[in-house]
Structure formats: C-alpha cells, structure tokens
C-alpha cells in the first residue's frame, strides 16, 4: 500500500503561516484567561477618572476599574496608547463618556479587535450643549462638570452592570442608591452656595465649565473659539466679551494653561483659582469652583455697598 503524498501547497512558507496563527491564538487564550484567574477580580474601564470615581461607588470590591487618561491628559487630543488599547480588550464593559472625539476613533478599533466587548455611552440621556466646540454639532464633551448629568452617567453605569452581572444585583443597587443620594446632596450643596450668585460671570480659557454654568445660572466667558485657540482679531473680540460680562474669577486648569495665561488673568486685574477637571475627587473641583465664585460675587458686594 503507498502513501498518501504530502500536497505540494504546504510549502515552508505555509507552515510558517499556519504555525505563527496558531501561536497568536495560544497567546491571546493566555491573556484572557490570566485576566481572568482565579482570585482576581474583573476588569471594566472608564475614558476619565471622574467616571472611574462614580463607578467604583457602585462596584465596590467587585471589580477593577482602570481609567484610560491620566488628570493631566487632554481628553480632546488624547490618542490612545497600545497599552491602553489592550486594557480595554480585556475589559468586561468598556464605559464611554460618549461625547469625546478620540473615543469616536477608537471605537472602530475595538470594535474590529474585541466584536464582542460591550460599549456602553455615558451621555445616554443627558441634554448636551451645542455651540462650545467645533465640529458640526459642536457638542460640548465635558459633561461630567455638571453633577445633575453626573446622576444620569452613574444611572447609565448602573443599568449596564446590572445587565451585565444580574447576581449582584441588589449588591449595585444599595451603592448606586447611596452615589445617588450623595450626588443629590452636593446638587443642593452648590445650589446654596451660589444662591445669591445667579447671572455672575467667570472668565476660562477652554469652555470646560459649560454644563456647570448652565446647572447654576452662571455665565461663562472662554477665551477660545469653538473650542480652539483664538486668532489675535478673536482674543481681542473674546477680551471686549469678558470685559462687558464684568467677571468675577478667572479659572485656570491645572497641567493644560500656560503661564501666558495666567499673566492674562493678571492683565485683566481678575483673582485666579486653579482646578483641575479631570481629577478623580472631581467633586473638591465642582466645590472650588463654586466657592469662588461666592466669594468674588460677596467681595464685589461689599466694596459696592
């Protein structure tokens, strides 16, 4: 009996191939299951730490959260590393803040790497501001500065998981009642600090403070157009604006303004605060921010009386 010849199109080049997929699909079975080994807690991953903030209020111990940009990142710049790209595969639900560019972009990305990941958008159900930013909406990406969109975006969190790990479900529950109680809370909280403030105006850079100023009745003056820097005719335009709004602060953003900046809140004679939007304890910011404006607005009262 002879045997069967070996076929001609096994070539060394094929065997190569056939050995180098195998060996990607060996390592990628690796991966997945030493982020899933026993004793170790899934992961979920956020865009921003203030994201992250509300989500471990309801996961508790349950999960690992990782947030793809740092404080000091530009959440409208930002491009994703390979790394960051990797931990969002492994990740059990990848939560979007659902209005920033670069997560747009990544989306395909992901989309093509892990069909499978669950995305979930943040912004589901918040009214967004147009006008801030260019593009064609113009859709303002900071929505997490106002702490009734928070509310809505931790509602979104919690739907998901619920979804996603029905078992823990009165576990999420308890947590997310008590995130919601706490948000509710610093809503009243800002709301009486600026009580007496309604229709006072402040002076930023990047209109970052969009949806907080519309939460209290402020007006925010940007010195950027649509969202980018401003030709010399523009600032000009922008300055004559900030002057007629009579401002009372001007904020500058901790790791994103430059020193220029900060001699233009000096040339315009206006005290500065810095905060930084991005922080994980994003709430101290919302506070800073509003406690500064009350007590330029009671400053500006007393010298007028």
């Not at 069967?4 to 094929?14: A, C, E, R, V, W």
């Not at 989500?55 to 409208?76: C, Q």
């Not at 950027?224 to 005719?233: I, L, N, R, Y």
């Amino acid at each position: 009996m002879t045997k069967n010849p070996i076929s001609t199109d096994m070539t060394g080049k094929n065997i190569i191939s056939v050995a180098v997929s195998l060996l990607l699909l060996m390592l990628a079975e690796m991966v997945s299951a030493c982020s899933h080994q026993e004793g170790s807690k899934p992961t979920l991953t956020v865009t921003i730490a203030p994201q992250k903030y509300l989500l471990d209020k309801i996961v508790g111990d349950k999960y690992d959260v990782v947030a793809m940009l740092s404080a000091n990142a530009d959440p409208e710049t930002y491009d994703p590393t390979v790394t960051s790209m990797m931990g969002v595969q492994k990740s059990d639900l990848f939560f979007r803040v659902g209005t920033i560019g670069f997560e747009q972009a990544a989306l395909g990305k992901i989309a093509e790497t892990s069909p499978g990941l669950k995305i979930v958008n943040c912004a589901a159900g918040i009214t967004l501001s147009e006008g801030t930013h260019g593009g064609p909406r113009g859709y303002d990406p900071h929505i997490w500065v106002s702490v009734r969109n928070a509310r809505q975006m931790a509602r979104n969190m919690y739907d998901a998981l619920v979804e996603e790990d029905p078992k823990d479900k009165n576990y999420f529950t308890e947590r997310y009642n008590a995130l919601d109680s706490e948000l509710a809370q610093l809503d009243s909280t800002l709301t009486a600090i600026l009580a007496s403030c309604r229709g006072a105006a402040f002076v930023i850079k990047h209109p970052s403070l969009t949806y907080f100023a519309r939460d209290y009745g402020l007006k925010q003056v940007a010195l950027e157009v649509q969202g980018k820097e401003a030709s010399p005719a523009q600032m000009r335009e922008r300055l004559d604006a900030a002057g007629k709004a009579a401002p009372v602060v001007f904020f500058i953003e901790k790791g994103h303004d430059s020193a220029a900046v900060v001699n233009l809140a000096k040339s315009m004679n206006l005290p500065t605060v810095e905060i930084s939007l991005l922080d994980y304890e994003w709430k101290d910011n919302l506070l800073a921010v509003a406690r500064a404006v009350a007590r330029q607005c009671a400053d500006r009262a007393g010298r007028s009386e």
